[in-house]
């Protein structure tokens, strides 16, 4: 399968919560194995602190680098929530109040009896030229700006807004993949192994040692978009058992 087929991306968590320790990044995991599923490799995943240069040299660097950049995290309320500004500030643009932005937070927040006090309509704020990312949760929204994808951080949020975004990047060609278990330790196959996957260099061929018991093993998993050569290859991976 031509390598013209390979869609490339980069996954931005922004937090100091999530470097601190004091909260799990779940949101990396779930997006990764969603873009696999319709064959969008994820290359590259950086966690970093709400610190304004570092948002936006991440963003420029990875746009101009993947064919898609997804964040996660600082687009609430509070003043530490600078995603959006520093998007903003990556493509040069200014960053309004968005009206239908407005109008959903309006809306929903008069359901609730909650007052929409300048802090929550911060989160109105999209980009111009941007277009918004539905949340069906807390209606608050994400936004897309050309390649980058700017999402909440509360997981089942992002999660939510994935699923929303995640029907308009499928793609004729997902990546599937198989699992060979090798009762042998890593170290034992790994020259074998080696010599296999310098014969398919365009294929992704890991190595996972486990332990069961007294059974040391390596799971080897092929991931391509050929499933015919995938099952070629593991043709070959089977030998080393």
Same mark, same amino acid.
């Given at each position: 399968?031509?390598?013209?087929?390979?869609?490339?991306?980069?996954?931005?968590?922004?937090?100091?919560?999530?470097?601190?320790?004091?909260?799990?990044?779940?949101?990396?995991?779930?997006?990764?194995?969603?873009?696999?599923?319709?064959?969008?490799?994820?290359?590259?995943?950086?966690?970093?602190?709400?610190?304004?240069?570092?948002?936006?040299?991440?963003?420029?660097?990875?746009?101009?680098?993947?064919?898609?950049?997804?964040?996660?995290?600082?687009?609430?309320?509070?003043?530490?929530?600078?995603? !959006?500004?520093?998007? /903003?500030?990556?493509?040069?643009?200014?960053?309004?109040?968005?009206?239908?932005?407005?109008?959903?937070?309006?809306?929903?927040?008069?359901?609730?009896?909650? *007052?929409?006090?300048?802090?929550?309509?911060?989160? !109105?704020?999209?980009?111009?030229? !941007?277009?918004?990312?539905?949340?069906?949760?807390?209606?608050?929204?994400?936004?897309?700006?050309?390649?980058?994808?700017?999402? /909440?951080?509360?997981?089942?949020?992002?999660?939510?807004?994935?699923?929303?975004?995640?029907?308009?990047?499928?793609?004729?060609?997902?990546?599937?993949?198989?699992?060979?278990?090798?009762?042998?330790?890593?170290?034992?196959? /790994?020259?074998?192994?080696? $010599?296999? !996957?310098?014969?398919?260099?365009?294929?992704?061929?890991?190595?996972?040692?486990?332990?069961?018991?007294?059974?040391?093993?390596?799971?080897?998993?092929?991931?391509?978009?050929?499933? $015919?050569?995938?099952?070629?290859?593991? $043709?070959?991976?089977? *030998?080393?058992?």
């Amino acid at each position: 399968m031509s390598e013209l087929l390979l869609r490339t991306s980069g996954i931005i968590i922004i937090g100091n919560e999530i470097l601190s320790g004091r909260t799990q990044d779940l949101n990396s995991r779930y997006l990764a194995q969603r873009l696999l599923s319709i064959g969008i490799i994820v290359n590259e995943v950086r966690i970093i602190p709400d610190i304004k240069d570092q948002i936006i040299n991440s963003v420029n660097e990875l746009r101009n680098k993947y064919n898609f950049v997804f964040t996660s995290g600082g687009i609430g309320p509070t003043h530490d929530d600078i995603t !959006a500004e520093c998007v /903003a500030s990556a493509f040069d643009v200014d960053l309004p109040v968005n009206k239908d932005a407005k109008k959903l937070l309006e809306n929903y927040y008069l359901t609730k009896q909650i *007052k929409l006090n300048s802090s929550r309509l911060r989160m !109105a704020r999209i980009p111009v030229g !941007a277009v918004m990312i539905p949340n069906p949760i807390s209606v608050a929204p994400g936004f897309k700006i050309k390649n980058v994808f700017v999402l /909440a951080g509360v997981p089942n949020i992002f999660q939510a807004m994935v699923e929303n975004i995640i029907k308009n990047l499928e793609f004729k060609f997902s990546i599937k993949s198989t699992t060979i278990t090798i009762n042998k330790a890593e170290g034992d196959i /790994a020259e074998k192994l080696s $010599k296999i !996957a310098s014969l398919y260099p365009n294929v992704s061929i890991g190595s996972y040692p486990f332990e069961n018991g007294l059974i040391k093993g390596t799971n080897i998993v092929i991931s391509h978009y050929d499933e $015919k050569l995938i099952k070629e290859i593991a $043709k070959f991976t089977e *030998k080393l058992k």
